[in-house]
């Protein structure tokens, strides 16, 4: 292991803007990389990370997923992504009965349709920058038609996704503006599963809360 030759900071942007020759360098020559600024260790190698993610006693989500989060400590938040087996296991049980493959295959078509519609946007000849005008937009499309949101506040609530995942240079995700928008955002999605729990509809968070 050599980490002296390698420098991964994960909250430089100028690295974030183009970062596989430093990963290269890190599955090449630190494939398990200490970083002594912020003291964290990353695997960088397929085989290693696969290891890791099936020994859930030595390498613990519960601990936090990014780096910002990281706690010696567990963290007591309910979500299934801070959790390990057993407890995560038994939450993943029962989103699978309302994430079923026929759900998936019914979101087909609508799916289709978003991506024509953004398309066709494109006028030949004009800059069309992909990430911003389609990858950037259509998860959020996809996961609001899997929820059932409204129509009216889809754009809201997009939105409100984006600004979760604001970085703040020097400090990564967790800061004042990410931390609002995942409060609206909670704050939004505990009143839709109320709503559904008294109203069954033909979507997911109905099919979730029966379950």
Not at 4 to 31: G, K
Not at 53 to 68: I, K
Not at 153 to 173: K, L
Request: charged share 25%; proline share 8%; hydrophobic share 40%.
């Amino acid at each position: 292991m050599n980490t002296t030759t390698v420098n991964w900071d994960p909250f430089d942007e100028d690295i974030d803007t183009d970062p596989y020759e430093i990963w290269r360098a890190l599955r090449d020559d630190a494939p398990v990389y200490h970083n002594e600024k912020y003291d964290f260790w990353a695997l960088s190698r397929h085989a290693d990370v696969e290891f890791a993610h099936r020994q859930p006693l030595v390498y613990s989500s519960a601990h936090g997923t990014v780096l910002e989060m990281m706690s010696p400590t567990p963290m007591q938040t309910g979500m299934m992504i801070f959790q390990d087996p057993p407890a995560h296991t038994h939450l993943r049980s029962l989103v699978s009965r309302a994430f079923t493959p026929r759900r998936v295959a019914d979101l087909e078509p609508r799916i289709r349709e978003y991506c024509r519609t953004m398309l066709q946007s494109w006028e030949p000849g004009a800059p069309f920058d992909y990430v911003q005008q389609f990858g950037a937009l259509l998860p959020a499309m996809v996961i609001a038609e899997l929820l059932s949101v409204p129509e009216s506040d889809r754009p809201e609530i997009r939105d409100t996704i984006d600004t979760a995942f604001h970085i703040e240079p020097g400090v990564g995700m967790i800061n004042d503006i990410s931390i609002m928008a995942f409060a609206k955002l909670y704050e939004y999605l505990t009143a839709l599963v109320t709503e559904r729990a008294a109203d069954p509809g033909d979507d997911m968070i109905s099919a979730l809360t029966l379950a």
